[in-house]
């Protein structure tokens, strides 16, 4: 009977031992090009899969996050950021911090950060900034490798700006469903005009 069940736990670790020749044999040749990896990695891949990093990488999902930045409108070349404050309050580790900026004729505030931080050592990306920005002037990168040998610090709003291209380019259906509701608005604002 005990024997009966190690020889089938063993079948089972000899037969992915056999398929990952096979699946080797399948794809002879085209084994290393990326556009193979999520079909190889997908529910009908067989056997043992190991990618070759840094060469071979895994596809992003497009929904993944990590750090936030900051989008630089593609029509006026500025960031959208108007210096609310709402990430800051909204970031439960309070590792963001906006400096509004100042009229200097009359000492009033502008809706423009002077100075835009974020601490990346404490930044745990929960997205909760991109989520309540209510501009749509922070978004979630996929850039996952950053890794350092200082540690971390303080990234102004140089560092963190990216152009309303780069996030087309990672969350196209977002980008495609902001567009939309732009548009609908647009047509509103015609409408009643």
Known sequence: ???????????????????????EIRYLGRRDDPKNIP??????????????YPRERRPVPER???????????????????????????????CIWIERAKDPETGRPQSMAAAYHL?????????????????DAIKMDQDWELSSYTRPGFWSAEQLAKPETYHAQLHPADYAEEQA???????RARKSA
């Open 64 to 94: 993944s996050r990590n750090i936030p930045f900051l989008v630089v409108d593609g029509e006026t070349g500025k960031l959208r950021c108007t210096a609310c404050g709402i990430c800051a309050q909204a970031c439960p580790v309070q």
């Open 119 to 135: 601490d990346i050592g404490l930044c745990m990306s929960c997205g909760y900034c991109a989520e309540f920005c209510p501009f």
């Open 181 to 187: 509701k732009k548009a609908a608005k647009a047509a």
């Open 39 to 52: 079909e190889r990695q997908g529910p009908l891949g067989r056997g043992a899969f190991t990618l070759q």
């Open 1 to 23: 009977m005990y024997g009966i069940g190690v020889l089938k736990t063993l079948g089972i670790t000899f037969y992915h031992f056999l398929m990952t020749y096979v699946d």
